[in-house]
């Protein structure tokens, strides 16, 4: 049974940073490519970032681009996700993703296996 457990969110001030983390288990991580996606209150589900499954590239929402860099460790079948600069607006439970390919995809529906998310606020 493919699990992914995501830790490292809380509260953060305006500007602060976080990493989040997220632990695969139950397939062959390093086949897979992985994504962070995040859903605020009342609004629907947003793509954040994606990595292949080798590491040697990566996709970003335009909100994020510059700000959040996404990394993984095959090793450790962890992904990460650095947050900079946050800002109130990125308030969001953050979800990691593990896709059913290799590449690093925009399109939540290439996705097959979801964790249960981490709430990341940002107080202004």
């Known amino acids: 049974q493919v699990q992914l457990v995501e830790s490292g969110g809380g509260l953060v001030q305006a500007g602060g940073s976080l990493r989040l983390s997220c632990v695969a288990s139950g397939r062959t991580f390093r086949k897979h490519g992985m994504g962070w996606f995040r859903q605020a209150l009342g609004k629907e589900r947003e793509f954040v970032a994606a990595?292949?499954?080798?590491?040697?590239?990566?996709n970003y929402g335009d909100s994020v681009k510059g700000r959040f860099t996404i990394s993984r460790d095959n090793a450790k079948n962890t992904v990460y996700l650095q947050m900079n600069s946050l800002q109130p607006e990125d308030t969001a439970v953050y979800y990691c993703?593990?896709?059913?390919?290799?590449?690093?995809?925009?399109?939540?529906?290439?996705?097959?296996?979801w964790g249960q998310g981490t709430q990341v606020t940002v107080s202004s």
């Open positions: 993703a593990s896709s059913s390919g290799g590449f690093a995809l925009r399109n939540e529906n290439e996705y097959d296996y």
């Open positions: 990595i292949w499954w080798s590491g040697g590239s990566a």
